[in-house]
T-cell receptor, first 117, second 111 residues
Framework: EDKVVQSPLSLVVHEGDTVTLNCSYEVTNFRSLLWYKQEKKAPTFLFML????IEKKSGRLSSILDKKELFSILNITATQTGDSAIYLCAVTQRQNAGGTSYGKLTFGQGTILTVHP | NAGVTQTPKFRILKIGQSMTLQCTQDMNHNYMYWYRQDPGMGLKLIYY???????DKGEVPNGYNVSRSTTEDFPLRLELAAPSQTSVYFC??????????FGPGTRLTVL
């Protein structure tokens, strides 16, 4: 069974701290790993990772994928209260002739990040 | 572009009632998806579609039906609503080989 597991499930920090969120996966025909941020409404896209060892960076957020060990991390430096959200990790699989992997996302359960002032 | 829109935003149903959750996208995306998100959980795929006239089941399809008569619309039908279907429902779409874009969600309560 395809599985995506995130840790920790919740995290409370103070502004200025650095956090690392983890995502491990076990899926067939892995294609890409995506990170989303969810603030009480629809998830918004952060990163898509397809290659091992190549860091994606956007401001204070960065992410990297390890396809050998089957995990990814999302780092947030100098956290702010606006970073408080649920961070979701999801995996896509390559399309196959059986028609069961057409870009669908398999999500982890999410990490709830709370940043206190 | 409005992106992905969903209606209604909120709904309360009685057990046994039926309803349709509407989803429309104006980005001409072939792929569309329905997810549900229960409290403290990630999203689980209900149904998806790879184009008009083509749909398939996801992880949790029981109690739901879909249709895809046009590229833009992908309604989700609940027949005989049950308390276990209380959830937040997200519709998403994507072009080929890109990330999914999510609608704002529909919060459904079945009492």
């Amino acid at each position: 069974e395809d599985k995506v597991v995130q840790s920790p499930l919740s995290l409370v920090v103070h502004e200025g701290d650095t956090v690392t969120l983890n995502c491990s996966y076990e899926v067939t025909n892995f294609r890409s790993l995506l990170w989303y941020k969810q603030e009480k409404k629809a998830p918004t896209f952060l990163f898509m990772l397809t290659s091992s060892g190549i860091e994606k960076k956007s401001g204070r957020l960065s992410s990297i994928l390890d396809k050998k060990e089957l995990f990814s991390i999302l780092n947030i430096t100098a956290t702010q209260t606006g970073d408080s959200a649920i961070y979701l990790c999801a995996v896509t699989q390559r399309q196959n002739a059986g028609g069961t992997s057409y870009g669908k996302l398999t999500f982890g359960q999410g990490t709830i990040l709370t940043v206190h002032p | 572009n409005a992106g992905v829109t969903q209606t209604p935003k909120f709904r309360i149903l009685k057990i046994g009632q039926s309803m349709t959750l509407q989803c429309t996208q104006d980005m001409n995306h072939n792929y569309m998806y329905w997810y549900r998100q229960d409290p403290g959980m990630g999203l689980k795929l209900i149904y998806y579609s790879v184009g008009a006239g083509i749909t398939d089941k996801g992880e949790v399809p029981n109690g739901y039906n879909v249709s895809r008569s046009t590229t833009e619309d992908f309604p989700l039908r609940l027949e005989l609503a049950a308390p276990s279907q209380t959830s937040v429902y997200f519709c998403a779409s994507r072009p080929y080989s890109h990330e999914q874009f999510f609608g704002p969600g529909t919060r459904l309560t079945v009492l």
